[in-house]
Protein backbone atom coordinates (compact mmCIF):
# COMPACT_ATOMS: atom_id res chain seq x y z
CA UNK A 1 0.00 0.00 0.00
CA UNK A 2 1.40 3.37 -0.50
CA UNK A 3 1.83 6.27 1.40
CA UNK A 4 0.60 10.09 -0.03
CA UNK A 5 1.68 12.72 1.71
CA UNK A 6 0.00 15.91 1.94
CA UNK A 7 -0.33 18.85 3.70
CA UNK A 8 -3.47 19.04 6.08
CA UNK A 9 -6.12 21.73 4.92
CA UNK A 10 -6.58 22.72 8.49
CA UNK A 11 -2.73 23.64 8.35
CA UNK A 12 -2.52 25.58 4.99
CA UNK A 13 -5.61 27.64 5.71
CA UNK A 14 -3.56 28.97 8.23
CA UNK A 15 -0.45 29.92 6.69
CA UNK A 16 -0.37 33.16 5.45
CA UNK A 17 0.62 34.27 2.14
CA UNK A 18 3.86 34.88 2.90
CA UNK A 19 4.49 31.41 4.59
CA UNK A 20 2.99 30.05 1.83
CA UNK A 21 5.63 31.45 -0.26
CA UNK A 22 8.12 30.05 1.39
CA UNK A 23 6.84 26.31 1.55
CA UNK A 24 7.99 26.83 -2.77
CA UNK A 25 11.26 27.58 -1.42
CA UNK A 26 11.96 27.53 2.26
CA UNK A 27 14.61 29.40 3.70
CA UNK A 28 17.42 27.22 6.28
CA UNK A 29 15.31 27.65 9.10
CA UNK A 30 12.47 29.45 8.33
CA UNK A 31 9.75 26.72 7.64
CA UNK A 32 10.30 23.32 8.63
CA UNK A 33 8.03 20.21 7.80
CA UNK A 34 7.55 17.73 10.16
CA UNK A 35 5.24 14.19 10.05
CA UNK A 36 2.98 13.92 12.48
CA UNK A 37 3.01 10.17 13.64
CA UNK A 38 -0.19 10.64 15.29
CA UNK A 39 -1.89 12.02 12.48
CA UNK A 40 -1.83 9.36 10.11
CA UNK A 41 -5.20 8.07 9.40
CA UNK A 42 -5.03 4.66 10.28
CA UNK A 43 -7.69 3.18 7.70
CA UNK A 44 -7.12 5.68 4.96
CA UNK A 45 -4.54 6.07 2.54
CA UNK A 46 -3.44 9.94 3.37
CA UNK A 47 -0.64 10.85 6.05
CA UNK A 48 -1.31 14.28 7.37
CA UNK A 49 1.93 16.72 7.83
CA UNK A 50 1.87 19.37 10.19
CA UNK A 51 4.03 22.48 9.49
CA UNK A 52 5.93 24.07 12.28
CA UNK A 53 6.97 27.97 11.03
CA UNK A 54 9.58 29.33 12.37
CA UNK A 55 8.28 32.96 14.02
CA UNK A 56 8.96 35.93 11.78
CA UNK A 57 12.11 38.08 12.68
CA UNK A 58 10.64 41.12 14.36
CA UNK A 59 12.07 44.40 13.38
CA UNK A 60 11.92 47.49 14.98
CA UNK A 61 11.79 50.30 12.06
CA UNK A 62 10.81 53.91 11.93
CA UNK A 63 7.16 54.64 11.42
CA UNK A 64 5.70 57.36 9.02
CA UNK A 65 4.84 60.79 10.57
CA UNK A 66 2.45 61.59 7.56
CA UNK A 67 0.07 57.97 7.60
CA UNK A 68 -0.52 55.85 10.61
CA UNK A 69 0.92 52.34 11.12
CA UNK A 70 3.18 52.92 7.53
CA UNK A 71 6.51 52.44 7.52
CA UNK A 72 9.06 55.55 7.64
CA UNK A 73 11.86 57.15 5.85
CA UNK A 74 14.66 55.71 7.35
CA UNK A 75 17.32 54.30 4.59
CA UNK A 76 18.70 51.86 7.44
CA UNK A 77 15.78 49.97 7.94
CA UNK A 78 15.32 49.90 4.18
CA UNK A 79 18.59 48.51 3.69
CA UNK A 80 17.70 46.02 5.87
CA UNK A 81 14.28 44.76 5.05
CA UNK A 82 15.87 44.76 1.50
CA UNK A 83 18.34 42.04 2.63
CA UNK A 84 14.86 39.96 4.74
CA UNK A 85 12.78 40.54 1.56
CA UNK A 86 15.45 39.24 -1.28
CA UNK A 87 16.61 36.53 1.46
CA UNK A 88 12.98 35.45 1.45
CA UNK A 89 12.80 35.71 5.20
CA UNK A 90 9.62 36.53 6.75
CA UNK A 91 9.54 39.92 9.37
CA UNK A 92 6.59 41.28 11.58
CA UNK A 93 7.94 45.17 11.68
CA UNK A 94 7.41 47.08 15.24
CA UNK A 95 6.89 50.69 13.80
CA UNK A 96 8.51 52.86 16.26
CA UNK A 97 7.72 56.73 16.54
CA UNK A 98 10.98 58.36 17.00
CA UNK A 99 9.80 61.89 17.97
CA UNK A 100 8.44 59.89 20.97
CA UNK A 101 10.26 56.42 22.13
CA UNK A 102 8.09 54.29 23.92
CA UNK A 103 10.17 52.46 26.82
CA UNK A 104 9.95 49.43 25.46
CA UNK A 105 11.89 50.89 22.58
CA UNK A 106 15.04 51.90 24.32
CA UNK A 107 14.61 48.85 26.31
CA UNK A 108 15.64 47.08 23.87
CA UNK A 109 18.00 49.59 22.40
CA UNK A 110 18.60 52.28 25.11
CA UNK A 111 20.61 53.92 22.10
CA UNK A 112 17.14 54.58 20.46
CA UNK A 113 17.94 54.16 17.13
CA UNK A 114 16.40 51.75 14.31
CA UNK A 115 16.86 49.46 12.83
CA UNK A 116 16.78 46.95 15.19
CA UNK A 117 16.28 43.19 14.60
CA UNK A 118 15.37 40.24 17.10
CA UNK A 119 18.13 37.38 16.24
CA UNK A 120 18.55 34.07 18.39
CA UNK A 121 16.26 36.10 21.31
CA UNK A 122 18.89 38.59 21.11
CA UNK A 123 18.30 42.00 20.02
CA UNK A 124 20.82 43.47 17.32
CA UNK A 125 21.21 46.98 16.31
CA UNK A 126 23.02 48.68 13.43
CA UNK A 127 22.66 48.03 9.41
CA UNK A 128 26.34 47.11 8.89
CA UNK A 129 26.11 44.49 11.52
CA UNK A 130 22.16 43.12 10.71
CA UNK A 131 23.26 42.48 7.27
CA UNK A 132 26.50 41.37 7.67
CA UNK A 133 24.95 38.59 10.52
CA UNK A 134 21.65 37.56 7.64
CA UNK A 135 24.12 37.25 5.35
CA UNK A 136 26.12 34.57 7.41
CA UNK A 137 23.25 32.60 9.06
CA UNK A 138 21.41 32.90 5.72
CA UNK A 139 23.81 32.86 3.09
CA UNK A 140 21.55 31.36 0.27
CA UNK A 141 20.82 33.72 -2.35
CA UNK A 142 23.86 35.11 -1.40
CA UNK A 143 23.50 39.01 -1.63
CA UNK A 144 27.81 39.53 -0.22
CA UNK A 145 29.92 41.76 -2.90
CA UNK A 146 33.87 41.54 -2.55
CA UNK A 147 35.16 44.13 0.33
CA UNK A 148 36.51 46.32 -2.07
CA UNK A 149 33.19 46.95 -3.62
CA UNK A 150 31.65 47.98 -0.08
CA UNK A 151 33.24 51.90 -1.10
CA UNK A 152 32.20 52.15 -3.68
CA UNK A 153 29.61 55.04 -3.99
CA UNK A 154 29.87 55.78 -0.33
CA UNK A 155 30.88 59.44 -0.17
CA UNK A 156 27.44 60.18 -2.13
CA UNK A 157 25.13 60.28 0.62
CA UNK A 158 27.92 63.04 2.86
CA UNK A 159 28.21 65.13 0.05
CA UNK A 160 24.21 64.74 -0.58
CA UNK A 161 23.22 66.06 3.05
CA UNK A 162 25.91 68.70 2.64
CA UNK A 163 24.64 70.21 -0.75
CA UNK A 164 21.07 69.99 0.51
CA UNK A 165 21.85 71.71 3.86
CA UNK A 166 23.63 74.38 2.41
CA UNK A 167 22.35 77.65 2.13
CA UNK A 168 25.42 79.18 -0.65
CA UNK A 169 24.83 78.67 -3.97
CA UNK A 170 28.95 79.03 -4.22
CA UNK A 171 30.65 76.92 -1.65
CA UNK A 172 31.33 73.94 -3.69
CA UNK A 173 28.64 71.76 -2.04
CA UNK A 174 26.89 70.79 -5.09
CA UNK A 175 30.73 70.08 -7.16
CA UNK A 176 31.21 67.59 -4.40
CA UNK A 177 28.22 65.98 -4.66
CA UNK A 178 28.33 65.81 -8.61
CA UNK A 179 32.28 64.68 -8.64
CA UNK A 180 31.21 61.80 -6.63
CA UNK A 181 28.20 60.89 -8.59
CA UNK A 182 30.32 61.22 -11.89
CA UNK A 183 33.09 59.20 -10.34
CA UNK A 184 29.60 56.51 -9.56
CA UNK A 185 29.20 56.91 -13.36
CA UNK A 186 32.72 56.34 -14.92
CA UNK A 187 32.16 52.84 -12.14
CA UNK A 188 29.10 51.85 -13.31
CA UNK A 189 29.84 52.34 -16.93
CA UNK A 190 33.01 49.78 -16.56
CA UNK A 191 31.83 47.74 -13.76
CA UNK A 192 27.59 47.54 -14.19
CA UNK A 193 24.82 47.85 -14.41
CA UNK A 194 24.94 46.94 -10.54
CA UNK A 195 28.02 47.50 -8.30
CA UNK A 196 29.31 43.85 -8.31
CA UNK A 197 28.16 43.36 -12.02
CA UNK A 198 24.83 41.78 -13.55
CA UNK A 199 23.14 40.38 -10.21
CA UNK A 200 21.58 43.31 -7.73
CA UNK A 201 24.08 42.60 -4.38
CA UNK A 202 24.02 44.23 -0.69
CA UNK A 203 26.04 47.19 -1.29
CA UNK A 204 23.25 47.85 -3.77
CA UNK A 205 21.05 47.40 -0.84
CA UNK A 206 23.42 49.94 1.02
CA UNK A 207 23.42 52.65 -1.44
CA UNK A 208 19.88 52.62 -3.51
CA UNK A 209 17.97 53.62 -0.29
CA UNK A 210 20.46 56.69 0.10
CA UNK A 211 20.06 57.22 -3.58
CA UNK A 212 16.02 57.29 -3.18
CA UNK A 213 16.39 60.04 -0.64
CA UNK A 214 18.95 62.14 -2.43
CA UNK A 215 16.22 62.20 -5.58
CA UNK A 216 13.07 62.89 -3.40
CA UNK A 217 14.59 65.68 -0.50
CA UNK A 218 16.85 67.44 -3.74
CA UNK A 219 14.22 67.61 -6.30
CA UNK A 220 11.87 69.14 -3.48
CA UNK A 221 14.14 71.46 -1.58
CA UNK A 222 16.56 72.46 -4.23
CA UNK A 223 14.55 71.54 -7.65
CA UNK A 224 17.62 69.78 -8.51
CA UNK A 225 18.06 65.97 -10.16
CA UNK A 226 20.69 64.04 -11.07
CA UNK A 227 22.21 65.61 -14.21
CA UNK A 228 21.88 63.61 -18.15
CA UNK A 229 25.16 63.80 -18.37
CA UNK A 230 25.46 60.73 -15.79
CA UNK A 231 23.36 58.06 -17.37
CA UNK A 232 24.23 55.23 -16.05
CA UNK A 233 23.21 56.62 -12.19
CA UNK A 234 20.05 57.66 -13.68
CA UNK A 235 19.48 53.92 -14.88
CA UNK A 236 21.34 52.73 -11.91
CA UNK A 237 18.53 54.49 -9.75
CA UNK A 238 15.11 53.29 -12.29
CA UNK A 239 16.69 49.98 -11.99
CA UNK A 240 17.18 49.92 -7.84
CA UNK A 241 14.04 51.85 -7.67
CA UNK A 242 11.80 49.54 -9.33
CA UNK A 243 12.41 46.30 -7.56
CA UNK A 244 9.62 44.48 -6.39
CA UNK A 245 11.57 45.00 -2.84
CA UNK A 246 12.16 48.28 -3.30
CA UNK A 247 9.12 49.30 -3.83
CA UNK A 248 7.52 47.22 -1.26
CA UNK A 249 9.70 48.29 1.76
CA UNK A 250 10.05 52.11 0.28
CA UNK A 251 9.07 54.50 2.15
CA UNK A 252 6.77 57.95 1.09
CA UNK A 253 7.94 61.06 -0.46
CA UNK A 254 6.26 63.02 1.53
CA UNK A 255 7.73 61.18 4.82
CA UNK A 256 11.58 61.67 2.99
CA UNK A 257 10.30 65.51 2.79
CA UNK A 258 9.45 65.45 6.53
CA UNK A 259 12.55 63.72 7.48
CA UNK A 260 14.98 65.87 5.70
CA UNK A 261 13.10 69.11 6.19
CA UNK A 262 14.65 70.10 10.28
CA UNK A 263 17.38 69.67 8.76
CA UNK A 264 17.76 71.88 5.86
CA UNK A 265 15.93 75.00 8.32
CA UNK A 266 18.24 74.11 11.10
N1 LIG B 1 24.55 53.38 11.70
C1 LIG B 1 23.16 53.10 11.95
C2 LIG B 1 22.37 54.37 11.73
C3 LIG B 1 20.92 54.23 12.15
C4 LIG B 1 20.25 55.58 12.25
O1 LIG B 1 20.89 56.64 12.27
N2 LIG B 1 18.91 55.56 12.35
C5 LIG B 1 18.17 56.77 12.57
C6 LIG B 1 16.90 56.79 11.72
S1 LIG B 1 17.26 56.91 10.00
C7 LIG B 1 17.71 56.83 14.01
O2 LIG B 1 17.27 55.83 14.56
N3 LIG B 1 17.82 57.99 14.65
C8 LIG B 1 17.39 58.15 16.02
C9 LIG B 1 16.53 59.33 16.21
O3 LIG B 1 16.12 59.97 15.21
O4 LIG B 1 16.22 59.63 17.35
C10 LIG B 1 22.68 51.97 11.04
O5 LIG B 1 23.32 51.74 9.99
O6 LIG B 1 21.73 51.27 11.40
Excluded at 155 to 166: A, D, Q, R, V, W
Aim: aromatic share 8%; charged share 25%.
Amino acid sequence: MSTTARIHPAASTVLSSTIKHHLLRPPPNAVVFRTNPNSVRRRGTIRTLTVAAAAPFEVCAKASVTVPNKLGDCPFCQRVLLTLEEKNLPYDLKLVDLANKPEWFLKINPEGKVPVINLNEKWVADSDVITQALEEKYPDPPLAAPPEKASVGSKIFSTFIGFLKSKDPKDGTEQALLNELSSFNDYLKENGPFINGKEVSAVDFSLGPKLYHLEIALGHFKDWSVPDSLPYVKSYMKSIFSLDSFVKTSSLKEDVIAGWRPKVLG
